[in-house]
Structure formats: C-alpha cells, structure tokens
C-alpha cells in the first residue's frame, strides 16, 4: 500500500448533540470519520479557523492529516472517529 505501518489506534465513539471538540492523545496521521445517523448530517473541521466539512447520513470519510484534534457539529448525531498513527 505504501502508507507505512503504524502502532497506534485510537477510537472514538458517542453522540453529538452541540459543537464538540474531540482530542486524540496522539497526532493520527490517518483519520476516518463515520456519520451513523440514518437522518442527520455530521460537520467536522481540524482547525478553528476552518469552514465544517459536512457528512451525509451514514457517510465516511477517511483521509491522511497530521492532527490531534477535531471539531465535530451536528444536532444528536451518532459518530464515529478512528486515528491511527
């Protein structure tokens, strides 16, 4: 695959009802994020200063970024977060 092998995996799962800020305890250099709501969109962004990215119901997304923090929004939303790095 050429993405390298990596020790960690850090997960993260529950139910957004405000805007929340979810930090990982290390720096994932792959993040997926999963929507499990079958009606609700979920928005996440990595920084402040960004605009949200929007998530259609049951939508996943996974990308490679250097981050130890994510801003997820959404109005009871069931979510889930995997980083490994």
């Known amino acids: 695959m050429g993405d390298g092998?990596?020790?960690n995996l850090l997960v993260s799962?529950?139910?957004i009802t405000t805007a929340?800020?979810?930090t990982l305890n290390l720096r994932?250099?792959?993040?997926t994020i999963t929507n499990d709501s079958a009606t609700q969109d979920l928005s996440f962004k990595f920084n402040n200063a960004e605009t949200y990215a929007t998530l259609k119901p049951t939508?996943?997304?996974s990308m490679k970024v250097l981050t130890k923090t994510i801003y997820l929004n959404?109005?009871?939303v069931p979510y889930r977060i995997w980083g490994v790095g």
């Open 59 to 61: 939508e996943t997304v």
């Open 20 to 22: 929340t800020i979810i």
């Open 74 to 76: 959404g109005s009871n």
């Open 5 to 7: 092998v990596y020790a």
């Open 13 to 15: 799962e529950g139910t």
């Open 28 to 31: 994932a250099r792959r993040i």
